[in-house]
């Protein structure tokens, strides 16, 4: 089992994996606003890390089962959890 503990985490997970096997718009576009959130402008940054938190919750229903055995196979693990504030929202 692999556990992600917040949002970086599993960004950096899934920079692990690297392209996924069938692509999903929900996914490129957290990595996206992950990536881009050092950059920009300061004055929207609490609003691109709102959209990514809120991202990142969304992600169980807005991966699919194909993505999520992917995801599993890739780091070799049975199941993932994500969590946030050491609450577990997500598993699969």
Do not use: P, W
């Not at 960004?11 to 490129?28: A, F, K, P, R, T």
């Not at 194909?66 to 196979?73: D, P, S, T």
Request: net charge negative; charged share 25%; proline share 0%.
């Amino acid at each position: 089992m692999r556990v992600f503990e917040n949002m970086t985490e599993f960004y950096v997970g899934l920079e692990e994996i690297g392209y996924m096997n069938e692509y999903n718009e929900h996914v490129s576009h957290f990595r996206n606003i992950m990536m881009g959130l050092g950059g920009g402008c300061g004055c929207t940054r609490n609003k691109r890390l709102g959209l990514a938190q809120n991202m990142y919750y969304q992600m169980c229903s807005k991966l699919t089962d194909e993505n999520k055995e992917y995801i599993k196979k890739k780091l070799e693990v049975d199941k993932i959890e994500l969590k946030n504030m050491g609450e577990t929202f997500c598993s699969f």
